[in-house]
């Protein structure tokens, strides 16, 4: 969960740590996607847009091919942080079996789309990663159609390979200028993504014209605290209003200090390459996580709508 901030700083690493980074980039997987993914990433100090693209595209790829790698990597369709109960009001409509796997990451995708309406309507996940809101979507609702985008290639070739359901599409895409028709989705949701777009207005802005008169935006990530209110004013800039907003930062903070762990040790768990994965998976002791604590950085879960 790292913003353009840190993706800048990875560039300017000791060189320890740089080559830490660096084996993890290009390290290969056994599988057939491996072998389709881009050349490995040369650092340098990524200025341009193109070159922050370039280092998020990169590390999601790695990322998912590091799953890929593993035992569980075909069952591993869940990164996002979590969500555990902590007493304060929940959204969702759905009541989990106590032992159900990856609990908290399922949790998180529910009270995103907490009481929204969604059976029979068309659905679009921007940054979809590998599936986990097409999965929770598809398992416990009846949506009309849904779709995933996300830039990196990695993400989208398991969700192709993963998630065969009839009325399922998976596109690879930028946020920023998104290959769809005006006004068809009546759900857009977007979970843990919208923090690496260099141009998150412009993001705000395809969301307004993809959705329906009427549609809802279902929307989760960790925004720094002084950016949130320019987030908001750009987010009513384009006529969207909110209906719902609130702060779940302990909740995910629980959630990480139960599941980070295990899932630093299905990224290989080599404690010289934490500068790196325990920040991606904001473990207790990264950056990302003191900045949760301390109020620099806020987690929140808003729906907005679109006027009719």
């Not at 409509?93 to 159900?100: D, G, K, M, Q």
Request: aromatic share 12%; charged share 25%.
């Amino acid at each position: 969960m790292m913003s353009h901030d840190v993706l800048s700083r990875l560039a300017k690493l000791t060189p320890e740590k740089r080559e830490c980074f660096e084996r993890l980039v290009a390290r290969r997987s056994a599988s057939p996607v491996a072998a389709e993914a881009p050349e490995p990433l040369e650092f340098g100090d990524p200025r341009s847009p193109a070159e922050l693209r370039a280092v998020t595209q990169r590390l999601y790829d790695t990322a998912s091919r590091q799953l890929d790698s593993t035992p569980v990597g075909r069952y591993a369709c869940f990164m996002n942080l979590g969500y555990v109960p902590d007493g304060s009001p929940e959204y969702s409509v759905v009541r989990l079996p106590e032992r159900l796997l990856g609990k908290n990451a399922v949790r998180l995708v529910l009270e995103l789309i907490g009481d929204c309406p969604i059976d029979g309507l068309n659905i679009l996940d921007v940054g979809c990663g590998r599936g986990a809101v097409v999965f929770v979507a598809e398992e416990y609702f009846k949506p009309r159609s849904f779709v995933g985008a996300d830039l990196s290639f990695g993400p989208i070739a398991y969700c192709q390979r993963t998630h065969k359901y009839a009325n399922v599409s998976f596109v690879q895409a930028d946020a920023e200028q998104l290959p769809f028709r005006s006004g068809y989705f009546d759900v857009v949701t977007n979970l843990e993504s919208s923090n690496h777009y260099l141009d998150v207005e412009a993001f705000y802005k395809e969301v307004f014209r993809l959705l329906k008169p009427g549609g809802k935006f279902l929307y989760s990530d960790c925004m720094p605290a002084d950016f949130s209110a320019r987030w908001f004013v750009w987010l009513r800039a384009t006529g969207l209003q909110v209906e719902v907003d609130r702060d779940i930062t302990h909740n995910v903070l629980l959630a990480c200090d139960e599941s980070s762990p295990a899932r630093f040790q299905a990224f290989g768990g080599d404690r010289n390459r934490f500068e790196v994965v325990g920040e991606f998976l904001s473990m207790p002791g990264s950056q990302v996580y003191r900045d949760m604590q301390s109020g620099v950085l806020s987690y929140r879960i808003l729906r907005l709508s679109k006027p009719k």
